[in-house]
């Protein structure tokens, strides 16, 4: 429980560190470049709580891409005929891609949509 603790933990930090990188990153113009990609931290219930890290960045104006990769420990309770119940635990690892297309796009918001692939 510690090690994970630990592990999540360092993972925050990371993704602080690289957003904020990204805050502070300019073009040749000297225009910052945060809107064009970002960087969080995302959470998944399924059962048991799966921990995320996903970058998006967008070519141009209308062309997005997002990668996503999520990481935890599942337990899921069996039962198997008469013999009674027994729970197996595992990791879980998960990889998505999305491709979007910006059909409306204005100064703080897009109206999108995408498809994906894990």
Do not use: C, H, P
């Amino acid at each position: 429980m510690k090690k994970a603790f630990l592990k999540i933990a360092m993972l925050a930090v990371l993704v602080v560190f690289v957003s904020a990188a990204s805050v502070f990153a300019a073009d040749e113009n000297k225009n910052f470049i945060s809107n064009k990609v970002g960087v969080g931290y995302q959470g998944m219930v399924v059962g048991d709580f799966l921990n995320g890290l996903s970058v998006r960045g967008w070519i141009g104006d209308r062309v997005g891409l997002e990668a996503s990769g999520f990481y935890g420990r599942a337990s899921v309770e069996m039962e198997e005929g008469g013999y009674g119940k027994y729970e197996v635990k595992g990791d879980l690892w998960t990889i998505e891609a999305k491709a979007m297309f910006a059909f409306i796009v204005r100064n703080y918001s897009k109206f999108y949509a995408g498809g994906k692939i894990g």
